[in-house]
């Protein structure tokens, strides 16, 4: 079993920046890629970023491309997302995954945090 629990969201402005951090606990962290998600009112969740285990392999939505870094610690058991020129679009609920494998669907990821809100006023 793997924990996660992130933190870091809150309320700010189109152009501000936030970084989301996901803490994790139980099995080896570092041997486990690690995904960014997120889930507006009324919307379906979506992919943002994932990254493997040795950080070699990183893949982002085409939406936050440019915007949004993924990274991860393996020695702190924490990955973190870096949210930069947010719009309002990037408003959601933010989930930390883990799984086996940096794919963008969520049905690869095994293990989920209870997720974070950001919210980007206009």
């Known amino acids: 079993q793997v924990q996660l629990v992130e933190s870091g969201g809150g309320l700010v402005q189109t152009g501000d920046s936030l970084r989301l951090s996901c803490a994790a606990s139980g099995r080896s962290f570092s041997n486990y890629a690690m995904g960014w998600f997120r889930q507006a009112p009324g919307k379906e969740r979506e992919f943002v970023a994932t990254?493997?285990?040795?950080?070699?392999?990183?893949y982002y939505a085409n939406s936050v491309k440019g915007r949004f870094t993924i990274s991860r610690d393996n020695a702190k058991n924490t990955v973190y997302l870096q949210m930069d020129s947010l719009k309002p679009e990037d408003t959601a609920v933010y989930y930390c995954a883990a799984g086996t494998a940096p794919i963008a669907g969520p049905q690869g990821y095994n293990y989920w945090g209870q997720g974070t809100q950001v919210t980007v006023s206009s």
């Open positions: 990254t493997s285990w040795s950080s070699r392999t990183t």
